[in-house]
């Protein structure tokens, strides 16, 4: 083998070994930065992730878009991605609540969504944005408090609308499509499409919510109802947001790594 052809197989072994170490980089920085969602307790979504060899992968791959987006959030904190595609974010989460929007709460629940695509596009500023959510704020928080989200699915979408307006585009899309999904599961409970569960428990919460109910990748424990919710939104997300994952920064997603476990073996000692 001629010295050339030598270094080539050698960058292409290198290469294979960095992108099959990309997730287990990722998931063991989150794990050392307890960053939100990041638990041992979260044995699924661990392991769904850890099944996967490249980020990418749990972008095209996966049919659940709570966990799409908690490991964007986690690359995202960490920096090793692509800007986020903050505009696409605000916009599936006005796509998710739109989802439940049936001119049952009213005008205000539609112009909150409308001041969050209008912010969304640049043509609303921050302070329209405070003011929609501090106008939302206190059925929101009523519902949430008193629990209503867990039994009614009207509660669960004024709180899907009510997250659109948060200052945060990832935090918007990841609990408006959480709450969306709730009362959309609500809804095919109250027309006989899904089994009600007890309401300690209820079954929008077991297939969503992995610190409640500990929800499994294995989509044959779950009627097909609730695999055509979860494939209808992880579609729509990747539709809608693009891709962060095409340009992963893997040397430093790699010294993050070896930077934080020093750090942590120095404060130890």
């Not at 980089?25 to 979504?45: T, Y």
């Not at 904190?77 to 986020?84: A, I, P, S």
């Not at 945060?168 to 409970?189: H, K």
């Amino acid at each position: 083998m001629s010295i050339q052809s030598s270094s080539v197989s050698r960058t292409v072994r290198l290469h294979h070994h960095q992108k099959a170490a990309e997730v287990d980089d990722l998931i063991h920085l989150a794990l050392q930065l307890s960053l939100e969602g990041a638990s041992p307790d979260n044995v699924e979504l661990l392991r769904w992730a850890r099944s996967k060899d490249r980020l990418e992968s749990l972008w095209i791959d996966s049919r659940r878009p709570d966990w799409i987006l908690k490991v964007v959030d986690w690359a995202d904190r960490v920096g090793v991605t692509d800007e986020l595609d903050i505009r696409g974010l605000r916009l599936f989460a006005c796509w998710c609540a739109r989802g439940g929007q049936d001119g049952a709460f009213g005008p205000r629940a539609g112009g909150i969504i409308d001041v969050a695509e209008r912010f969304a596009s640049g043509a609303a500023t921050l302070d329209e944005l405070n003011g929609a959510r501090l106008k939302g704020r206190g059925g929101a928080q009523g519902a949430a408090v008193c629990g209503m989200h867990r039994r009614n699915p009207r509660a669960a979408f004024q709180l899907a609308t009510w997250h659109t307006v948060s200052e945060s585009a990832l935090a918007s899309a990841e609990w408006a499509s959480w709450y969306s999904l709730q009362g959309r599961q609500f809804e095919l409970e109250a027309a006989g499409a899904l089994p009600v569960k007890s309401e300690t428990v209820p079954y929008s919460l077991r297939a969503l919510t992995p610190a409640l109910a500990g929800p499994s990748e294995h989509e044959a424990e779950f009627p097909p109802a609730i695999v055509s919710l979860r494939v209808e939104y992880a579609a729509k997300l990747r539709e809608l947001v693009r891709n962060p994952f095409v340009n992963v920064d893997l040397p430093r997603l790699c010294s993050l790594r070896v930077e934080i476990d020093r750090s942590l073996a120095h404060r130890a000692n």
